[in-house]
C-alpha cells in the first residue's frame, strides 16, 4: 500500500520572525538559508533548501504539516485514497511546488483542522552542505525525515485513523498517563519509517496545534552543548533532560518564540521492521523530562 514516508518540512507562523530566526540559529544551530530576512526565513538541518518555514502571522503556531511519499505514484495513489474516503484534496501548482522544492505536491486538512501537504522529489543540496552556526555533528534525517511532531487535536482518535487508515501510519505505542505537568495526558505515537513516531497525537489545552517538534542530533554531547546554549541565551527550558521511555529519547525541551516547545535530543528508537506489537505506557518518561516553570 502507497503510504507516507516522511516527515518533509514543517511551516509556522509567527509575530516575531526575526526573533524566531535568531533562536534557531543562536540555539537549535540551525542554517539559517539564504533569503531569510523581513517577513520570512528558511531554516535548514541537513542538505535539503530547508526544513523549517517561518512566515509572518499572528497565530504563533504550526500552519502546515509537510509530509512526503517515495514517488509520484505513491503521492497519486494516496491522493485517490483520500478522495475516495471524501476529503478535499487540492494538486500544488508549479510556483507551490518550486517554493517548496518538490516535484509534486498536494493540499489537505487532517480530521483536527491542521493544514497537510504531501510532497515527493525534494530537491537535495549536497553542493551546498549543511553548515551549522557553531560546532556540531548534524542531525538524523535522511530516511528518517525532518524529526516529530507532537500535534494537539480534540478529536484524538479520529485524527489517528486518518492517518493510519489514509495515509499509512502505524501505531507503535501509547502513552495515558495521570501526570502530565500535574494534568492527564493521552498520547498515540505513529511512525512511517524506522524512527519511532514521525507523528504524535494527543489533547492539551495549550491553544495551539504544534505541541512540540523534535529535532535529532548524531552526537550525544550536542544535546548538552544545546542545553549550554539554552542557559546562555536565555531561552526558557520548559522540560529538564531525561529519557523518553518510549522512543528512549534523551532530551530536554526549549520554548520557541511562538510558544511551540522544541524538544532537542539523541539516541532515538529505531524500530525493527518485524516489531508489530503495540504497547501502552502510564509515563512519558524512563527518567528526567520534569516540567519546568517558565
Ligand atoms: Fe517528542
Known sequence: MAQVKRLAYIQIETEDVEA???FAREVLACEVAAGSGGREAWLRVDDRPWRIHLSTGPRNDIVALGLEADCIEDVEAIHARLAAAGH???TGGTEECAARCVQALRHFVDPAGLAVELSCGSLMRPQTPFH???AHGGFVTEQQGLGHVMLVAENVTETQRFYCDLLGFTVSDYVSTQDYGGRQGNFVFMRCNSRHHSVAIGYLPIGRRLGHLMLQVHEFD????????VRRYGAPQTRAL??????????FYVQSPSGAQIEYGWGG??????????????VTSAWGHQHLKV
Open 20 to 22: 524566531w530566526t535568531a
Open 88 to 90: 478535499a484534496v487540492r
Open 132 to 134: 551549522a552556526p557553531v
Open 242 to 251: 531525561g529519557r523518553h521511555i518510549n522512543d528512549h529519547m534523551f532530551s
Open 222 to 229: 550536542d544535546v548538552g552543548r544545546a542545553l549550554d546554549r
Open 269 to 282: 528508537l529505531e524500530v525493527e521492521e518485524d516489531d508489530n506489537e503495540v504497547r501502552t505506557y502510564d
